[in-house]
């Protein structure tokens, strides 16, 4: 368990001067202490962590120099401050532990105000913006939870009107993120793959009911005012400030590889890869399921399907991802929602 005090660790090969720094530094904080850069990596990442380090450079084996770069590589360290104490007086040396990542440079012989002053102002510095840090990460949170309902709620308004498609785009969603995840896409785009999806077809909120519950084939005309759906769906969400480009996969969610889809005859790497995977579900997920004009196809058919378009009209890669996760991993699309 950590103690109320902040935890410095003092790092320097002459015992002497880590007794200098004990001497100025232990009634205020608890000290860790290590002798050479290796062990000070491995104290570095015991428990607890310290909240600042103070760091030699002239040391036998790893140089502190060395010591504070291993430190920036590693997300879980790289914030920690450093502070190098150091002989080495010229500019030069100084201008090269800043660039390191040092936050600061004390030359010895020791000040003893000077260190306390130092580490004093750096601490302080270091909790204030690790404080400011949560407070963003907790409004960002906030703040995504609340687009989320938000687009959960305009999925929810189109399905109103098509209960024959209720659940499609959730199911979409759903597919399409499983599918990003076997191509092991990052996680930014996962995310914003599921916002999509969620809402890829929010455009049909202006096709009329007759038309989207025909049970019948469509005449060309009725056709064609579904092939709007795309572009309105855009149109809608195209000024919400996403941190993605959600109105661009939900505009090109019908094209296809070879520019036959719409609304705008794109094809290959003019299609965006959320949107290139989002065809792929939502062709999968319609095959699939019941519809005004038949019944539902099941899975094999729509796997078929896509597998034949493979290259031409759906992304190769795609393609074989979603076969990989349904014959492969046995992943099996929900029934409903």
């Known amino acids: 368990m950590k103690s109320g005090k902040q935890t410095l660790l003092l790092v320097d090969d002459v015992p002497e001067n880590i007794d200098v720094l004990r001497e100025i530094l232990a009634e205020d904080y608890d ?19 310290p909240d600042l380090i103070l760091l030699d ?22 914030s920690i401050p450093v502070i190098f104490i150091s002989a080495k007086n010229e500019v030069e040396d100084e201008r090269q532990g800043l660039i390191i990542g040092a936050v600061d440079y004390i030359r010895k012989p020791f000040s003893p105000s ?28 906030r703040l995504q939870r609340n ?6 709620a305009m999925a929810r308004t189109v399905e109103k009107k098509d209960p024959y498609t209720a659940g499609h785009q959730e199911r979409v969603s759903e597919l399409a993120v499983e599918i ?27 096709v009329p009911s007759e038309i989207l519950n025909r049970p019948g084939k469509l005449a060309d005309y009725e056709f064609n005012v579904i092939k709007t759906h795309p572009v309105v769906g ?3 969400i195209k000024d919400i400030d996403f941190p993605w480009p959600i109105a661009q996969m939900v505009r090109q969610h019908h094209e296809r590889m070879d520019g036959s889809g719409y609304p ?36 094999e058919p729509a796997l078929a399907e896509i597998e034949k378009g493979s290259g031409t009209i ?8 979603c076969l990989r996760l349904f014959r492969e991993k046995g992943y099996l699309l929900p029934e409903s929602f």
């Open 147 to 152: 687009l989320e309902q938000t687009i959960s």
């Open 31 to 49: 000290l860790k202490i290590a002798l050479d850069g290796k062990t000070a990596l491995e104290v570095v990442r015991s428990d607890p962590m």
């Open 180 to 206: 990003a995840r076997e191509m092991d896409l990052d996680e930014e785009k996962v995310q914003a793959l599921r916002l999509a999806g969620t809402v890829h077809d929010l455009g049909k909120i202006y």
């Open 264 to 299: 705008d005859g794109l094809s290959n790497d003019e299609i965006l890869l959320e949107a290139r995977i989002m065809a792929v579900a939502d062709v999968v997920e319609a095959m699939f399921s019941h519809r005004p004009y038949r019944p539902g196809l099941g899975i």
């Open 57 to 78: 450079i002239m040391m036998p084996d790893m140089n502190g120099y060395e010591v504070c770069r291993q430190l920036k590589e590693y997300p879980e360290t790289s």
């Open 314 to 321: 759906y992304d190769h890669n795609v393609v074989d991802a």
């Open 114 to 141: 000077i260190v306390a002053a130092r580490v004093r102002v750096h601490l302080e510095l270091y909790m204030m913006r690790e404080h400011l840090e949560s407070l963003v990460d907790e409004r960002t949170l």
């Open 234 to 236: 855009y149109e809608i």
